[in-house]
């Protein structure tokens, strides 16, 4: 699976614990992430992550075409609901394409912990039928 992960300033430290107690699991994915999140994250753990650019200078946006590509699973994404953001409407439209694609959505690390559980208990391998059957269609 493909998993992004992606948090705010005030949540990265959050993502840095959520990443290493569970690297088992995410070592075993391809994992891509906004850059400082990223950066931070391999700082902390040997997790191989894909970097883009950081969310307000785009990064938000790198992720939304792989969700919209169907070329993503699983979004992470450590909101600060609190603190406004200068690039909330590349959040918003994140958001609105993880619904409009099916991708999994977890803004929290409760809902993240879910996810996170569900993957490890092979849950989620509807997505592995969605990218067979799109494979499937490339080649007709």
Known sequence: MKIALIAHDK?????????????????????????????????????????FQSGPLGGDQQIGAMVATNKMDIIL?????????????DVSALMRLSDVYQIPL?????????VIHALSRNDLHWRE?????EEGKRKE
């Open 106 to 114: 977890a803004t929290n690390m409760a809902s993240a912990e879910l």
């Open 11 to 51: 949540k990265k430290d959050d993502m840095v614990r959520f990443a290493t107690a569970y690297e088992p699991i995410l070592s075993q994915h391809e994992l891509f992430a906004t850059g400082t999140t990223g950066l931070r994250i391999m700082e902390a753990t040997s997790l191989k992550i894909h970097r």
């Open 77 to 89: 994404f450590f909101r600060d609901p609190l603190t406004a953001q200068p690039h909330e409407p």
């Open 129 to 133: 039928i969605i990218h067979d059957k």
